[in-house]
């Protein structure tokens, strides 16, 4: 599977959910929030996560004082590098950002999802509801409209050039 199609697996969870909404801009400038965020608990949130469909590892960790994600891993055929809509390299790429506690006592943590493909930024949310695992919504306006995905930890190989092994 390749990149490519793991964003289109992403973001087709919501898809559907979003397709009545009107032209509401999916966009949002980056966050003026006036709070400091938790220190990111790396026994929650912060490592390597797994997709849902096991064809992308993400590194989740602290950024300043919000949360962010890379893609590090994923699956694709041939040598190149899967690269996102304005030519850049998918490898290492920051698709998570933007993460800060959100405003009730939920453990969830508010911010923004990137599909290179489109050059769209989503709302998101992550948690996670018990060890080794972590939830992904992304949405438009507000969570009602959208989907989760489950992300399990990850500790497998990740190859050269961010390529991971058949079976992850």
């Known amino acids: 599977m390749t990149a490519d199609n793991v964003w289109?697996?992403?973001?087709?969870?919501?898809?559907?959910?979003?397709?009545?909404?009107?032209s509401a801009?999916?966009?949002?400038?980056?966050?003026?929030?006036?709070?400091?965020?938790?220190?990111?608990?790396?026994?929650t949130l912060g490592g390597l996560w797994l997709s849902e469909k096991h064809d992308g590892v993400?590194?989740?960790?602290?950024?300043?004082?919000?949360?962010?994600?890379?893609?590090?891993?994923?699956?694709?055929d041939g040598p190149e590098i899967?690269?996102?809509?304005?030519?850049?390299?998918?490898?290492?790429?920051?698709?998570?950002?933007d993460f800060r506690p959100s405003d009730d006592t939920s453990g969830r943590w508010e911010g923004h999802i990137l599909d290179p493909d489109s050059d769209k930024t989503y709302d998101a949310q992550i948690w996670s509801p018990r060890?080794?695992?972590m939830k992904l919504r992304g949405y438009v306006g507000?969570?009602?409209?959208?989907q989760t995905q489950t992300w399990t930890r990850y500790s497998g190989p990740i190859g050269a050039a961010c390529k991971l092994p058949e079976n992850p």
């Open 142 to 146: 507000i969570p009602l409209f959208g």
């Open 25 to 43: 801009s999916a966009q949002q400038a980056a966050a003026n929030a006036t709070s400091t965020a938790a220190p990111l608990d790396p026994g």
């Open 8 to 22: 289109r697996a992403a973001f087709a969870l919501f898809a559907i959910a979003v397709a009545d909404i009107s």
């Open 82 to 97: 899967p690269r996102g809509k304005h030519g850049q390299s998918e490898c290492g790429l920051t698709m998570l950002t």
């Open 58 to 76: 993400f590194s989740i960790r602290s950024c300043g004082d919000t949360i962010c994600g890379a893609l590090v891993g994923m699956q694709y």
């Open 131 to 133: 060890p080794n695992v």
